[in-house]
């Protein structure tokens, strides 16, 4: 008989311990597994050398606790002994101490259970070199010798009875058992416990679930009463129309629904179980928990490829679920280790789990959401600063860190989640239809171009499983701003993530892929090298084509145009274009005043949209519309300009997001989201007419008789150019049909339908399809929500001329600390704000503050000479401003407000 079994039986009553029989049945069968048992086995050894097992009495002598080391060894002395122990089959302790490393010098138990590979995660992780080594060499002599490797056990002289293997959890069960451990002063059992089910995603799937689904709110206010209410109502909406209608697609709908309804954890007994375990004063407890993860998070990657169960079964999610309530993932001990290992495993959920948790969890309070946004933003912010953001340079880029693009994959899914659970608005099929046919019409006007030759890029894959789109979100549960990380943009090399992003059919992670974890000024910056590689290809092209046909060569969209007709030149030319070629739209901007020397580097052009801008937009025209209240402009539904002018705006405003120029235009945001296909409804009227929305607010709250108090009909107003009042009935004989309370949602609908969309249907639709003419291949509707693309077209609105004198650079022999300097910007800070609006246009040919503030704009001054009677000069282009060293700053002020008020125009200096 072999006289390990003799110790074990004596110890354990003939059963075998859990780590025997894994290596037992793994080193039969599978070689790879024996490996990873003798491994968890030399590790053993090693921290019973080390730590010992905890029991004074023992009479092994190759355990710490037995007293009879003459010194403590040290980390190698231990790992060279583990390995001895290991090859000669050496007695090993039966509840030997389990193997997380401290922060300090000395490691702690973690308890036993614990998986042998998040083992060595962990002690790898900590720089446990010795251990590895240990570990290598027993693979390399398991290699060529497969034999019997099971250890003999040290009998010990007091044995603890047997514990029987959980199964699963509770939160009762957790408190009794650390009442029992507090009264028996051994934490062991407690340790023991959250090895087991904590590290195995099988048992925790059947932790902390409830009795039943709760059909009324649970007490404890975890989900909200509105959340609760609402999510019933639909859920009986849905069950009453499946039920009448079985055929019906709504029985999807329904299905989906219940997912989130038959939630089967009970989250706040999961959130009392986590404070529970942490208010226990026992640092074993704590680093079995850190242990547990890791182990979990291990088997968990490997099985999310392989359990088909994951995808189809929103139960399997139970394991996610409970550990990201865990409160302390944001703790310096987890974000090294546990926390990257659980969001790596995450990243691997199949798209149908991510996009069944993303349901779960929008159904959860904001609150709580943020809790877990804020763990994944810190561990990339700790992992940003300490490997990317050092002295010493990192040879890897950002997007080559797995912990970072896995948390950036996790925090895509509570991205959906806030933006499913907050407020949408759906576009209704009618609308779908509308965009496809707006589509068509684009297409038909490109005669060079076909559908098959566009490269649309594609939607966000969970969003299309969630089937959301992030421009129906009108209130997310979490701010979307909470999403930007400020280091890791700061951090972000754009050129080399922009070519991930073209690389990607090669699996290389790109963070435009996703975009709500970038500012604006990123994307924006990402954006720019999308539109000039797509100038550089059809440079590429005209070349080739003026090669073979014998064209002639133009790689420019060039714009001839007199100062005094600048739009009428403008809108000739590029009709031109749009009816030959409208592919010529898509390359580089030059620009030429006639009768004027300037080289259009980028100043040029920024005029030139300026006043165009300026002449479109004047009131005499009649194509816009100003409101005093909003300070914006709209659409003249009464305007006789034909469609083929708005087109030509349209194109405008394309060409100066492609070109990378900021406009002086200032619409409601009800445009943009026009512009990126959706409808305007009754919320958009609050911006865009405030006191209209207004009106339309108190119908629909009024609490009295709203047929008395109103007296209107389904038919609206409105005054032509002429002053001509024009009645406009909303529904079919609508000049009959009195509002009341029955009607009244339906007819604030209509009113606002009217007034955003149908009065002026053919005047937008024109816009619009000049617009994608020069943006329907660009990423700008995937990567920009319509706030964002108001800060493309606009700017930002902060002019804060601090920051531009922090980012200002300098040149020709001045310096920051220049006399001449000083007085500059003591100048440039007393102006009013019209004035710096003014300086801004003399300096870079734009009065508007870029995306990112004045910071990102690089300012250089430099020296034009000694003092003379000069003005100064600039050169637009390039952002620099040409100043002479003046005597005094009275006479630099003097210039400089004269040079900014009254120069107009380029010329050669």
């Known amino acids: 008989m072999n006289p390990s079994q003799d110790n074990t039986k004596a110890l354990g009553g003939g059963a075998e311990s859990q780590e025997e029989r894994v290596l037992s049945e793994n080193s039969t069968h599978y070689p790879d597994d024996m490996k990873r048992a ?148 051994n934490f062991s059992p407690l340790v023991r416990m959250i090895g087991e089910v904590f590290s195995d995603w099988r048992l925790l799937n059947k932790s902390f679930l409830l009795e039943k689904v709760p059909d009324e709110p649970p007490p404890d206010k975890q989900l909200s009463q509105k959340e609760w209410n609402r999510a019933q109502q639909e859920e009986e909406k849905e069950a009453d129309e499946s039920s009448s209608n079985p055929g019906s697609s709504n029985a999807q709908t329904s299905t989906k629904r219940t997912e989130y309804v038959n939630l089967t954890v009970d989250i706040p007994s999961v959130q009392r179980t986590f404070a529970a375990l942490y208010a226990v004063s026992e640092q074993r407890v704590m680093n079995a928990l850190l242990t547990a993860v890791i182990s979990l998070s291990q088997m968990v990657e490997i099985d999310v490829r392989w359990v088909p169960m994951f995808a189809t079964d929103a139960d399997h999610l139970n394991c996610i679920i409970v550990m990201m309530e865990n409160n302390m993932l944001q703790s310096p001990e987890y974000l090294d280790v546990a926390f990257p290992s659980f969001c790596r495993a995450l990243g691997h959920l199949p798209l149908p789990a991510q996009a069944r948790l993303a349901k779960i969890w929008s159904r959860f309070p904001a609150a709580n959401l943020l809790k877990k946004l804020e763990c994944l933003q810190q561990l990339i912010t700790f992992k940003v600063l300490s490997d990317h953001g050092g002295i010493i340079p990192t040879r890897t880029y950002i997007n080559d860190d797995d912990s970072i693009c896995s948390a950036t994959k996790v925090m895509r899914i509570i991205y959906y989640a806030s933006v499913v659970g907050g407020v949408l608005s759906r576009p209704t099929s009618s609308i779908a239809a509308e965009e496809e046919i707006d589509f068509q019409e684009v297409l038909g006007a490109i005669a060079h171009e076909n559908k098959e030759n566009k490269k649309i890029p594609p939607e966000d ?50 963070f435009l892929n996703f975009p709500f974890i970038l500012t604006p000024a990123s994307k924006n910056l990402g954006l720019y090298y999308d539109n000039r590689i797509r100038m550089h290809n059809e440079r590429r092209l005209t070349l080739l084509s003026s090669i073979v046909q014998g064209d002639q060569y133009n790689p420019y969209l060039k714009l001839k145009v007199r100062r005094d007709h600048v739009v009428d030149d403008a809108l000739v030319r590029l009709e ?90 200032q619409f409601p945001m009800v445009v943009y989201r026009k512009l990126m296909g959706r409808r305007g409804t009754v919320e958009d009227l609050q911006e865009s007419q405030p006191v209209i929305y207004n009106s339309m607010k108190s119908i629909l709250e009024y609490e009295g008789d709203v047929e008395e108090m109103v007296m209107m009909y389904f038919v609206i107003s409105y005054t032509d150019v002429f002053g001509n009042t024009i009645s406009h009935s909303l529904k079919e004989d609508g000049e009959n049909v009195q509002v009341n309370n029955d009607n009244r949602q339906e007819f604030v609908d209509l009113y606002a339908d009217f007034l955003l969309n149908k009065s002026v249907e053919r005047q937008f639709r024109s816009f619009k399809k000049g617009f994608d003419m020069v943006t329907d291949e660009s990423p700008l509707k995937i990567w920009f929500r319509p706030e964002e693309i108001e800060l493309l077209v606009c700017g930002s609105k902060d002019f804060d001329f601090e920051a531009l004198e922090d980012a200002a650079e300098y040149d020709g022999g001045y310096t920051r600390h220049c006399d001449i300097i000083r007085f500059f910007w003591e100048i440039v800070h007393d102006m009013d704000e019209d004035q710096k609006k003014k300086l801004l246009m003399f300096t870079t040919g734009s009065d508007r503050v870029p995306v990112g503030g004045l910071s990102k704009l690089k300012l250089i001054i430099a020296k034009n000479g000694a003092d003379s009677d000069r003005l100064p000069t600039s050169h637009t282009c390039f952002n620099v401003l040409l100043l002479p060293e003046y005597c005094s700053k009275d006479k630099l002020q003097e210039r400089l407000l004269k040079a900014i008020t009254h120069a107009k125009g380029f010329g050669m200096l």
């Open 38 to 185: 003798a491994a968890q086995l030399i590790e053993r050894y090693f921290f019973q050398l080390v730590e010992g097992c905890g029991n004074p009495s023992c009479a092994n002598n190759d355990c710490a606790s037995s007293g009879h080391s003459a010194r403590p060894l040290s980390r190698n002395e231990a790992a060279a002994k583990a390995l001895e122990l290991f090859k000669s089959k050496a007695a090993l302790c039966e509840r030997a101490p389990c193997k997380v490393v401290k922060r300090g010098e000395d490691e702690a138990d973690s308890g036993a259970g614990v998986s042998g590979t998040a083992t060595v995660a962990a002690s790898a992780s900590r720089g446990s070199t010795a251990v590895r080594q240990a570990v290598v060499q027993a693979s390399d002599d398991l290699d060529t010798d497969s034999g019997d490797v099971e250890p003999s056990v040290t009998k010990k002289t007091k044995p603890d009875p047997p514990a029987p293997k959980a199964t699963h959890l509770t939160e009762q069960m957790v408190l009794d058992l650390i009442d029992q451990c507090k009264k028996d002063e």
């Open 461 to 510: 894959p969970l969003a299309s499983q969630l089937k959301v789109s992030v421009l129906d979100s009108r209130k997310p549960l979490i701010a979307f701003s909470e999403f930007y990380n400020e280091p890791l943009n700061d951090q972000i090399a754009m050129e080399q993530d922009f070519t991930c992003y073209k690389k990607e059919s090669e699996g290389r992670f790109s």
């Open 576 to 665: 031109m274009v749009a009816m030959d070629n409208p592919s010529d739209l898509k390359k580089q901007l030059y620009v030429e005043f006639e009768g004027e020397q300037g080289v259009d580097e980028g100043g040029v052009s920024k005029e030139f949209f300026q006043l165009v801008i300026e002449e479109i937009f004047n009131p005499d025209i009649g194509m816009f519309t100003y409101s005093e209240d909003t300070s914006a402009y709209w659409f003249n539904p009464t305007s006789f300009e034909v469609e083929r002018q708005y087109t030509l705006i349209g194109i405008v405003l394309g060409l100066a997001i492609y070109n990378n120029i900021i406009l002086d235009i």
